[in-house]
């Protein structure tokens, strides 16, 4: 993917970089060329090997405030994933990623395509159509597929509805970011981000659960929009076909790394890239940069599709389904060749990503369109 296209997708997607952390997102470009850059007690990582040997070597203190492990068990009563090390942060690992896996898409592909047929109708009738609710409603359906409810006082619980768990999702996440930014800390902020773990957990009371719904939805509400707006941009709809579509995706989720840094914390002293690293400092790892999405052609294509999941015993158990669910998203959408309309970024998300993305078909689809 290069070209004119790419340029103005390009374009248009440093916006939701610039609309909700600036001074970042600056910082971030402009210490790039170092793989590994040292701020006082704050180190820099952005290249991938550096990158991939924090993740895999170095270790990292999963609950410290800050990071996202500190961030989780705040979210989620502790002891979860995120901040799990061991025998016992490997067996549910196996268990999670086993039920993640392509079984997962399999098995919600259907539910996925029926929401998409629902709501993409609209585009073939010449209306606009707000994609990032229809993110949320597929995010917060592979949610609750995943997750077991909270039970009722009329008996066993039905599935979350998808559009509240995804809500409650999103705002528990932004929250929490909000009360950790770095500077002085805005009143109310503490509770304004256990009111919105609260709400989370009333639908979900397993901690585990809510930490899930909290990773697969924030990510994909982030991740599908973009991608979307970049096929538009950059004029990709017209190739794509059931046979690339996951490659295509895959490569959409390089170049937008949808959570882009990794806030960690290092357990022990090391040396990476030549920077020594002392236990308890800050480390700030730019899965953008180790997945080279500022690049049009990887230097190294394997190890940067895999950076945006992360590396190691605590790599993203649910790149496959996100993979698999971009792909369905972006079949789905292709046949309308659709156009943005209406863009205006997120600024108070966890993650960059549109608060809106209005699209609308740039030419009728017409009746049995080839997907
Ligand atoms: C575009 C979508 C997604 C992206 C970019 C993404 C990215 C990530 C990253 C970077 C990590 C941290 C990895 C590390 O520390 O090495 C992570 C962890 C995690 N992700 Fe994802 N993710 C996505 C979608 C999902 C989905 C759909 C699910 C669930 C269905 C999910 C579940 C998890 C879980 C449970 C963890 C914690 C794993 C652990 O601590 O062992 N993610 N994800």
Do not use: K
Request: glycine content about 10%; proline content about 8%; aromatic content about 2%.
């Amino acid at each position: 993917m290069s070209g004119a296209g790419t340029r103005r997708a390009r374009r248009r997607d440093r916006r939701v970089y610039l609309a909700g952390h600036p001074v970042l997102f600056v910082l971030l470009a402009a210490t790039r060329r170092r793989p590994v850059v040292r701020i006082g007690r704050t180190v820099l990582v952005h290249g991938g090997a550096a990158y991939h040997e924090v993740l895999t070597r170095l270790p990292l203190d999963r609950t410290a405030a800050g990071t996202t492990g500190g961030a989780a068990a705040e979210l989620t009563g502790g002891g979860l994933l995120f901040d799990q090390d061991g025998d016992d942060h490997r067996a549910a690992r196996r268990t999670l990623a086993a039920d993640l896996g392509a079984r997962t898409a399999l098995r919600l592909r259907p539910r996925w395509q029926a929401v998409l047929d629902e709501r993409l109708a609209v585009l073939g009738r010449g209306l606009a159509l707000d994609l990032v609710p229809l993110a949320a409603e597929l995010a917060g359906l592979t949610a609750a597929a995943l997750t077991t409810p909270a039970p009722t006082a009329a008996g066993p619980a039905g599935a979350p509805d998808p559009l509240l768990l995804a809500h409650a999702a999103t705002e528990a996440a932004a929250a929490t970011a909000r009360d950790h930014l770095p500077g002085r800390r805005r009143p109310g902020g503490a509770e304004a981000a256990a009111t919105a773990a609260a709400r989370l957990n009333s639908l979900l009371p397993d901690g585990l659960d809510a930490m899930l719904a909290v990773a697969a939805v924030n990510t994909t509400v982030a991740a599908l929009p973009r991608a979307a707006a970049w096929c538009a941009d950059a004029g990709l709809w017209a190739g794509l076909t059931p046979d690339n579509a996951p490659g295509v995706a895959s490569e959409l989720l390089r170049l937008t790394a949808p959570s882009p840094v990794l806030p960690r914390v290092a357990a022990a002293g090391a040396t990476v890239a030549g920077c020594p690293i002392a236990r308890g400092d800050r480390l700030v790892l730019v899965a953008r940069h180790a997945a080279e999405s500022h690049r049009d052609t990887p230097v190294d294509p394997a190890r940067a599709t895999q950076a945006v999941f992360g590396a190691g015993p605590h790599a993203c158990p649910g790149a496959a389904a996100a993979r698999a669910l971009l792909a369905e998203f972006l079949l789905a959408l292709a046949p309308y060749r659709p156009t943005v309309v209406r863009a205006r970024a997120d600024h108070r998300s966890a993650l960059p990503g549109w608060a809106e993305l209005q699209v609308r078909a740039g030419r009728p689809a017409g009746r049995g369109a080839s997907r």
